[in-house]
């Protein structure tokens, strides 16, 4: 079959991209991607010249070059990964946000209608359902707690959610979606939480950790998030949606400490910085539902997949060398550099 992954040149895209290919030998995989600041070529550089792989450029809001793009391709899966991510980018400029992730779904959703897609699926967070308190390790996010975004991010998110609902209950559109807690691993942006903790170890430079550092996120290996979706596309039930967690919860500042040891660097390297505008508190996904229904499980203990990640890092300092030596610098120093 052909399959089309949007937003496949950043980082959860491309690994489910790799994921894919390697899984499903036959298949074809079309990647549809802006190439925005958070995407490069040069992570999809091993799959590039694959007969069954197409790249093509373009923006997920482009009417016109979508639905030539189904035409043409007439994908049996449409996978949308593309999306403004960065939280603290949404606080200081929130309208592209709502644009790619809001505007760039609705795009996606008509097209799918016009062609006939046997199945869409829409890659969520968690961060829909706003955060939980310290105080209570007993509560956890379920599908059927109440959307309270945080930032511009999560709302454009949540309401992209509302959206594919909708198309599935008036059009009835073949969709799922899955919220997922936090992903770590290879190929992702310098500016996230641990490549960004990671990139500064490594080169001596200081830490920044947001407010008291003791925020708690629930982490997921990225290749057990590809496992996860391939498992709701190949048997979820349409119009469901489907939390994916690793019950795998760290304070930040303990994930610092930890990267600081595996890499034998001070913690005098960490610096506290001022906290961000509405910084949710801890974030922890009871992933129950996929569990019993499709069987999946994560399958990577959180020191193994920072090892490995570490691993990829150290071994690929040109790809984020690249990024991180250009206009990232001029948004680091604006977001750290006063705080």
Known sequence: MTILVTGGAGFIGSNFIFYWLDKHPGDRVVC???????????????????PDFRFVKGDICDKGLVLGLFREERPEYVINFA????????????EVFLQSNYIGTAVLLEACR?????????VSTDE?????????????????TPL???????????????????????????????????????????????????????????????????????????????????????????GEIYNVGGHNEWRNIDV???????????????????DRKGHDRRYAIDPGKICDELGWLPETGFEDGL?????????????????????????????YGGR
């Open 256 to 274: 610092v400490k930890l990267i600081l040891a595996k890499l034998g660097k001070p913690e005098s390297l960490i610096r506290y910085v001022e």
């Open 114 to 122: 016009e062609c006939g897609v046997g199945r869409y699926h829409q």
């Open 32 to 50: 549809l991607d802006k190439l925005t600041y958070a995407g490069s070529l040069s992570t999809l550089k091993s799959v590039m010249d694959r």
């Open 148 to 238: 309270h975004t945080s930032s511009p991010y999560s709302a454009s998110k949540a309401a992209a959610d509302l959206l594919v609902q909708s198309y599935v209950r008036t059009y009835g559109i073949s969709a799922t979606i899955s919220r997922c807690s936090n992903n770590y691993g290879p190929c992702q942006f310098p500016e996230k939480f641990i490549p960004l903790m990671v990139i500064n170890a490594l080169n001596d430079e200081p830490l920044p950790v947001y407010g008291d550092g003791l925020n708690v996120r629930d982490w997921l290996f990225v290749e057990d998030h590809c496992r996860a979706i391939e498992l709701i596309l190949q048997k979820g039930r349409i």
């Open 307 to 335: 090892g490995w990640t570490l691993r990829w890092y150290l071994d690929n300092r040109p790809w984020w060398g690249d990024i991180v030596s250009g206009e990232y610098r001029e948004y680091y120093e604006m977001m």
């Open 128 to 144: 829909v359902y706003g955060d939980l308190p310290l105080d209570r390790p007993d509560l956890f996010f379920t599908e059927d």
């Open 83 to 94: 999306a403004e991510s960065h939280v603290d980018r949404s606080i200081t400029g929130p």
